[in-house]
């Protein structure tokens, strides 16, 4: 996918690049490219490949829901910056906080933000489950872990009625497993969205949660019975 393929496939799931966003994805890819020959920041490298498996995939997230309106929104376990770093890009109305538990990671998001002179965006280096300093209107990962651990992992970053927005391949099974940490997390599944990646045509799967209600302080704790490491 080059530059212009990707403009003509996300005009069609309603997104419309400016001049400077198309700029500012360049330079993105540039220095992704740049650190990842000292940094292993991803394995996909090829700038055709990038387009579609980062920053087209990244985007996708607004086949359900809407982010042209005052959000705030954390990218949980980020790493270079996917989703959160190019939904900022391309929806400037967003207070963006990227978090990830490697301080090299931190460090190139810190980087990228100061070249393309981003506003209402941070970046916080912590585990997942040790943030607690804010609540969010949407809570979003790409491809981190297993939707039973992200939730109980994350489970007080959301606002009540927020949302929890991930970014999957093929998920039922999956799925099925988050049942018993939905129920007792006051969490309920909105919508699946199901679609080929352009080009190549692999599946993708967006799931988008709703939390009902303030999770108690005293809430079971290994419920799903998941293993506690760094995200």
């Known amino acids: 996918m080059n530059r212009e393929t990707l403009k003509k496939e996300l005009q069609k799931i309603g997104i419309q690049l400016t001049e400077n966003q198309e700029k500012q994805l360049e330079k993105y890819y540039e220095l ?5 020959n000292y940094t292993n920041l991803t394995r996909i490298t090829e700038k055709e490949a990038v387009y579609l498996k980062h920053f087209y995939d990244s ?4 086949k359900v829901i ?9 990218d949980i376990g980020t790493g ?11 929806y400037p109305n967003l207070k963006v906080t990227l978090l990830d538990s490697l301080n090299k990671r931190i460090d190139f998001l810190n980087k990228v933000i100061k070249e393309l002179n981003l506003k209402d965006i941070k970046t916080v280096h912590s585990r997942i489950e040790d943030y607690k ?6 809570v979003t990962s790409r491809a981190v872990a297993k939707t039973n651990m992200l939730l109980e992992l994350s489970c007080k970053l959301p606002k009540v009625n927020g949302y929890f927005i991930f970014l999957k391949g093929n998920i039922e099974e999956e799925l099925k497993e988050s049942e018993n940490a939905q129920k007792l997390l006051h969490i309920k599944l909105i919508q699946k969205e199901e679609f080929l990646l352009p080009i190549e045509n692999s599946k993708r799967t967006i799931i988008k949660l709703q939390k009902t209600e303030e999770i108690n302080n005293k809430y079971p704790r290994n419920f799903t019975q998941i293993k506690q490491k760094p995200l």
């Open 32 to 36: 992704l490219i740049q650190t990842n």
């Open 59 to 62: 985007l996708t997230i607004t």
């Open 66 to 74: 809407d982010l042209t309106q005052n959000l705030s929104l954390i």
């Open 80 to 90: 270079a910056g996917f989703p959160g770093l190019v939904l900022k890009i391309v």
């Open 133 to 138: 300093e804010e609540q969010f209107d949407i």
